[in-house]
């Protein structure tokens, strides 16, 4: 019989206390007992310091160095030409170096080859041999993956291997 008469007391505590709460709206409450206004002010600035510590998206080159004479390395300028005409992202970039000692033979490729010029530039040639022992090229032309602070990620890419970096 005791315990009935507390299950019964317990059910209509619960039902007053719910048409209380009802009775008042729920914002009026909120706002009363937990001081929401305050709080919505802390999260935002919370939110806000949240997302200037979230570090800004790594941007990459791909530095290609190439020239007339060295089959390979002019073919591999054109698939990557194509490539990043196709590459939808701005996440990494492409720039494309020529050692030819002869500038005119230089445009002239660039207009047989169909490259986007804006990617491309030629060494001068009393920069040539400087370059060519800076970046290891004379035996091999060579391409490298760099990001912003100028670290070689990748040496000789193949363009799948690019798709790791779309995603960092």
Known sequence: MKIRQIGVSLITSCSL???????????AY???TLNTTEKLKEIGQ????????????????LVHFWASYDAESRAKNIQWNNF??????????YKAISLDPDLDIYNRILMI????SSTQFCVKEE??????GRYA?????????????????LIDPKAEELNYFYHL
Do not use: W
């Open 137 to 153: 090229l004379e035996k091999a032309m060579h391409s490298y993956l760099i990001d912003e602070d100028g670290t070689i990620c």
């Open 113 to 116: 080859d169909g490259i986007n």
């Open 30 to 32: 909120f706002k009363s």
């Open 127 to 132: 920069r040539r041999s400087e370059v060519l």
């Open 84 to 93: 990043f005409a196709q590459s939808l992202s701005d996440k990494i970039s």
């Open 17 to 27: 206390l719910l048409l209380m709460v009802s009775a008042v709206p729920l914002e």
């Open 46 to 61: 919370l939110t806000t310091e949240v997302c200037s510590l979230r570090p800004k998206q790594k941007r990459f080159t």
